[in-house]
């Protein structure tokens, strides 16, 4: 498996602002995932590249000094020398590991059902058509549909299922999933250990893509027996027949495993940037050389959203909620959500195939260095202090140190104060990348947090996360976020439609709601009272 590995492992002379003009390494995550649904292995990148047209354009956009914008010009012009005298290579060496189904694409026997679907992938939603005969799932993407036309080429690159082809004997797990809010889609694991999204026209084609596929139900992992019907289930039904809740209640996994569990089955998914798995910030303190995970005060009151911990920021969003006056507009706490596809992207950001992604979201060039993220510290004080900032994070941060490397060597700006944007800014008692997420999920899995994530679990995914809980618990997003606040089906006009898919998009969407009462404690001796917790600092911008 040579060309497996870690990015963090690439010599300096990999990075583009080397000297050298030897061809340089690059990586990119892979889609494998271990039995935590951890996305960790790293696969060679023959796409890759320090994207010197995105560090030019932002300069001349950004007006950065005039010696940043020669050295931007110098490097582009150098790159596209060292391309030019490349050979382009048939067939890529990542994609010698992989069998060559899609080369031989012929349908194996007569075929059971066909419908247009879309393949949901991250970045990318690409129009085609599924066909199931009694053995194989195919999908062949429509290349003439202006929806695909109008992708960006540097992300359809990465989509690795436009021509696809599984075996029925590969797939391990169904589940239904929405797609834009509306509950028309499925996602499929695979043996393996990656996993593919369609959406379809309508419910009704769900079902029977549902009962043309094999009877694998959502896997072995959760207690429920390998039905269609439990692939039909909807996300409260799934919690409802699992006994994850009473595996975590008894400390038979972890709080990491829990979180990914509910996570999967309220519909968040590696697939959909819209709606990728959300995790909690737990520590508050980035600021001391040493961090004591004994302490309360290191940690965050999981009991309120991240919008409510600052309590004058809190009143602001209560003042917002109470004086709102629309007829059309349901009055709400936040108009930005938690959890959307361009804060995933700034996330992950540094990494391929996020980048490519991101540069798509952002007109082909690196975002305004102030609003990159950049450190862990100006991150937290941010999403305390900032009106228009209340976001959650991702699992990466509990288990992918490379997130926080510029192992491909972008040039990404300076800050205001002149500091260069690099490397993530780590906290002081954070010697390295490696050791920040060891202590993050450290904190995850401490005391302090099995006895409140429950609460937490309430406002995401429970009782809290929408109606007259969610009022009282300062937990009210904008409208568009939630499931059932549109019709889709009903809505004739064509520009109306586009309009409100488009908010959808990029206001974030809620998760599917799980339960209606109070999610049970995990079992514990320990008692937390509010009083053990700071509170954050009261300045709001």
């Known amino acids: 498996w040579s060309s497996l590995g870690s990015p963090g492992s690439v010599s300096s002379e990999s990075s583009c602002e080397s000297s050298e003009s030897k061809p340089t390494q690059f990586w990119k995550l892979d889609v494998w995932e271990d039995d935590a649904r951890r996305r960790k292995r790293f696969v060679r990148n023959s796409l890759g590249s320090c994207h010197p047209e995105a560090t030019l354009k932002a300069a001349l956009e950004h007006g950065a000094p005039e010696d940043a914008i020669q050295a931007a010009q110098a490097e582009f012009h150098s790159t596209l020398a060292q391309v030019k005298g490349q050979t382009q290579e048939l067939i890529d060496d990542a994609d010698l590991l992989v069998e060559d189904r899609e080369l031989d694409i012929d349908l194996q026997g007569p075929v059971n059902m066909s419908t247009p679907a879309i393949l949901i992938s991250p970045g990318i939603a690409a129009p085609g058509t599924v066909s199931i005969t009694s053995s194989e799932l195919y999908f062949e993407v429509n290349e003439e549909d202006p929806d695909f036309k109008a992708f960006d080429p540097s992300v359809i690159r990465y989509c690795d299922h436009l021509h696809g082809k599984w075996y029925f004997s590969e797939i391990r797990a169904i589940f239904s999933r929405r797609y834009l809010l509306q509950n028309t889609a499925i996602e499929l694991f695979l043996a393996s250990r990656t996993s593919i999204m369609f959406a379809f026209p309508d419910q009704n084609s769900v079902k029977k893509v549902i009962k043309a596929l094999p009877r694998v139900g959502v896997g072995i992992k959760y207690g429920i027996p390998q039905t269609r019907r439990a692939s039909m289930m909807s996300p409260r039904q799934l919690y409802r027949s699992s006994n994850m809740t009473q595996k975590w209640q008894r400390r038979e996994i972890s709080n990491f495993e829990y979180l990914m569990f509910l996570n999967t089955i309220a519909g968040r998914t590696y697939n959909d940037l819209n709606q990728y798995p959300v995790f909690p910030w737990v520590i508050t303190n980035y600021d001391s ?204 006009d064509p520009v109306m439609k586009e309009a409100v898919e488009n908010q959808i998009k990029s206001f974030g969407q809620t998760p599917s709601q799980l339960l209606l009462e109070p999610h049970p404690p995990r079992s514990s001796a320990m008692h937390l009272s509010p009083m053990m917790f700071n509170s954050s600092p009261e300045d709001v911008c």
């Not at 009151?301 to 309590?311: E, H, M, R, V």
């Open 289 to 492: 050389n040493e961090l004591d995970l004994s302490s309360p005060n290191n940690f965050r009151d999981l009991s309120k959203p991240i919008g409510a911990l600052n309590q004058s920021r809190r009143e602001y969003f209560e003042n917002r909620y109470s004086a709102w006056e629309h007829d059309q507009i349901p009055p709400f706490h936040y108009g930005t959500h938690y959890s959307t596809s361009a804060f995933t992207l700034n996330w992950l950001i540094r990494l391929e195939p996020f980048t490519s992604m991101f540069l798509a979201l952002q007109s082909g060039k690196f975002d305004h260095p102030n609003r990159l993220f950049s450190s862990m510290k100006s991150s937290w004080s941010n999403c305390q202090r900032d009106t228009s900032d209340v976001k959650e994070l991702i699992p990466e941060f509990y288990y992918l140190p490379e997130m926080f490397v510029n192992s491909n060597g972008y040039r990404l700006g300076q800050l205001d104060d002149g500091t260069k944007v690099d490397d993530v800014e780590l906290p002081p008692w954070a010697n390295s990348p490696e050791e920040f997420v060891r202590i993050n999920r450290q904190a995850l899995e401490s005391e302090f947090v099995s006895c409140q994530m429950h609460q937490w679990i309430d406002l995401i995914f429970g009782y809290k996360q929408k109606g007259p809980e969610a009022v009282r618990a300062t937990n009210v997003f904008y409208y568009l976020t939630y499931e059932g606040a549109v019709d889709m089906d009903n809505n004739s």
